[in-house]
């Protein structure tokens, strides 16, 4: 039984948009939440248009939320401004990123609210299961190539993403800690921004079962559109170990391991989902060696097609 005297659990769910239609579905999805108890929800939503071009659709869709709205027009084209002006906004005691091509389950926020609860930890994520359109490639629905889950070193999480997130506000980790306006563009900010709260003494834990689903839009059910992506993620990854005093040590590390995801994927010829993995797997190592020897990095945000750009409700 709960506790009428103690305070409610605030939770505010905090969305980044530019131009996406699947916006309305996204804010429709929370409607079906199993919300955790004694919580009290709030939305965010941050339009990262130069224009307000999202105010219409959110004013469209926000009586038929159960939750509080708040919309924020942050016109810069640049994702880590949207994300920090979520975190300006957010009063409540937890925080949920999710994206804004993406619809939640509805166990998600409880899922992520109680494995925070009962590990204490800073930082919680949850997987982002990919919805692969019927004419995506068969190697690549086989492979599962745009799935997201946790990374594990030593049993423990040492990055994140912010496609499905929970952050304890009140954590010294979290607290202050904003995503790096100088990769708003390139993407890579919210792996720098997890990396950064690990190595400060930040726990992140992993809720399987508080899953987010993403839908495969046909630019990106390709084998180029994976390739930016992983190499884009070795840059970061690279910038991030450039840091140390190590730089050309690591950086013939990963052009080895480059070399040898190559020669493997030449194993696996005769199997495309096997053999591709390989490959990208080996452009993420040189996009590392890039990072490492400070190679511009690749502009993800901003810049995508007019025929993603128009919202309709």
């Given at each position: 039984m709960s506790n009428p005297s103690k305070s409610?659990?605030?939770?505010?769910?905090?969305?980044?948009?530019?131009?996406?239609?699947?916006?309305?579905?996204?804010l429709r999805s929370l409607c079906a939440l199993d919300l955790p108890?004694?919580?009290?929800?709030?939305?965010?939503?941050?339009?990262?248009?130069?224009?307000?071009?999202?105010?219409?659709?959110?004013?469209?869709?926000?009586?038929?939320?159960?939750?509080?709205l708040r919309y924020i027009h942050c016109p810069a084209s640049n994702i880590s401004l949207a994300r920090n002006a979520c975190l300006?906004?957010?009063?409540?005691?937890?925080?949920?990123f999710v994206d804004d091509d993406s619809t939640v389950s509805p166990q998600w926020l409880a899922g992520l609210v109680e494995t925070a609860r009962d590990t204490g930890a800073d930082a919680v994520?949850?997987?982002?299961?990919?919805?692969?359109?019927?004419?995506?490639?068969?190697?690549?629905r086989r492979g599962d190539?745009?799935?997201?889950?946790?990374?594990?070193?030593?049993?423990?999480?040492?990055?994140?993403?912010?496609?499905?997130?929970?952050?304890?506000?009140?954590?010294?980790?979290?607290?202050?800690?904003?995503?790096?306006?100088?990769?708003?563009?390139?993407?890579?900010?919210d792996t720098e921004y997890f990396s950064q709260l690990h190595r400060s003494g930040?726990?992140?834990?992993?809720?399987?079962?508080?899953?987010?689903?993403?839908?495969?839009?046909?630019?990106?059910?390709?084998?180029?559109?994976?390739?930016?992506?992983?190499?884009?993620?070795?840059?970061t990854h690279g910038r991030l170990l450039a840091q140390s005093h190590l730089r050309l040590t690591q950086a013939g590390l990963a052009a080895a391991k480059a070399a040898f995801s190559f020669c493997a994927a030449l194993v696996f010829v005769a199997i495309p989902d096997r053999r591709n993995r390989q490959v990208l797997r080996g452009v993420m190592h040189v996009g590392v060696?890039?990072?490492?020897?400070?190679?511009?990095?690749?502009?993800?945000?901003?810049?995508?097609?007019?025929?993603?750009?128009?919202?309709?409700?």
């Open positions: 409610p659990t605030r939770i505010d769910i905090c969305i980044c948009t530019y131009r996406r239609p699947h916006l309305a579905q996204t108890d004694g919580s009290v929800v709030s939305v965010v939503v941050a339009d990262n248009d130069t224009q307000p071009s999202a105010r219409e659709l959110v004013g469209t869709v926000s009586p038929d939320l159960p939750f509080r300006d906004a957010a009063e409540g005691d937890f925080l949920a994520l949850g997987p982002v299961r990919a919805i692969y359109p019927p004419s995506a490639p068969a190697w690549m190539f745009h799935s997201t889950e946790p990374v594990w070193v030593d049993g423990e999480i040492r990055t994140g993403y912010s496609g499905n997130v929970l952050l304890r506000r009140a954590s010294p980790h979290v607290e202050g800690r904003c995503f790096d306006p100088a990769l708003g563009r390139t993407g890579g900010e930040g726990r992140i834990a992993y809720a399987r079962d508080a899953v987010v689903d993403e839908p495969v839009i046909a630019g990106r059910a390709c084998f180029s559109w994976l390739a930016k992506r992983r190499f884009r993620s070795g840059q060696v890039g990072g490492l020897l400070g190679l511009r990095e690749i502009r993800l945000y901003g810049d995508e097609p007019a025929r993603e750009q128009t919202h309709a409700a």
